[in-house]
């Protein structure tokens, strides 16, 4: 099977979680692309290839029935997103239910912006909302929690 370029981003979180001496297993869940199961957490991959942030992070209906799906299965459920060739930023449960409306049965887009030696931060549209997320957070956060 041949390479596709979606494969190299995500390939760039999958790397840091997988070099991780907590690292066991890695399994892709479902037909999605980015849905994986680590150890026994769940993960959806999401990239943004721009160059300069803020990134842009479109989360799909599919996306957002597929986040509610793992989170109702009580396993730890974290929301990836590459953002270019910069960061990855890495979102819990808790984070992910502050920025995105679940409910809301339509696209969603969050947005990343970093300024230099700050931390990353993270809001909906027009700002509505934002919370600051460590550059350090991933993958350590993700892995503090891998069972």
């Given at each position: 099977?041949?390479?596709?370029?979606?494969?190299?981003?995500?390939?760039?979180?999958?790397?840091?979680?997988?070099?991780?001496?907590?690292?066991?297993?890695?399994?892709?869940?479902?037909?999605?692309?980015?849905?994986?199961?680590?150890?026994?957490?769940?993960?959806?991959?999401?990239?943004?290839?721009?160059?300069?942030?803020?990134?842009?992070?479109?989360?799909?209906?599919?996306?957002?029935?597929?986040?509610?799906?793992?989170?109702?299965?009580?396993?730890?459920?974290?929301?990836?997103l590459v953002c270019g060739?910069?960061?990855?930023?890495?979102?819990?449960?808790?984070?992910?239910?502050?920025?995105?409306?679940?409910?809301?049965?339509?696209?969603?887009?969050?947005?990343?912006?970093?300024?230099?030696?700050?931390?990353?931060?993270?809001?909906?549209?027009?700002?509505?909302?934002?919370?600051?997320?460590?550059?350090?957070?991933?993958?350590?956060?993700?892995?503090?929690?891998?069972?």
């Amino acid at each position: 099977m041949g390479t596709q370029e979606k494969d190299y981003w995500h390939g760039a979180a999958l790397t840091q979680i997988v070099e991780n001496k907590t690292f066991k297993t890695l399994n892709s869940i479902d037909h999605k692309f980015g849905h994986y199961e680590i150890n026994r957490n769940r993960i959806l991959v999401k990239v943004s290839k721009k160059e300069q942030n803020p990134w842009q992070f479109n989360i799909k209906i599919n996306e957002l029935q597929t986040i509610n799906e793992d989170i109702e299965l009580k396993s730890d459920f974290y929301l990836c997103l590459v953002c270019g060739k910069e960061t990855i930023c890495i979102l819990d449960e808790e984070q992910i239910k502050k920025l995105v409306n679940l409910e809301l049965n339509r696209q969603q887009t969050l947005f990343v912006g970093l300024e230099t030696g700050c931390s990353m931060r993270v809001w909906r549209k027009k700002k509505e909302f934002e919370i600051v997320v460590h550059h350090n957070d991933f993958p350590k956060k993700y892995l503090k929690t891998v069972r």
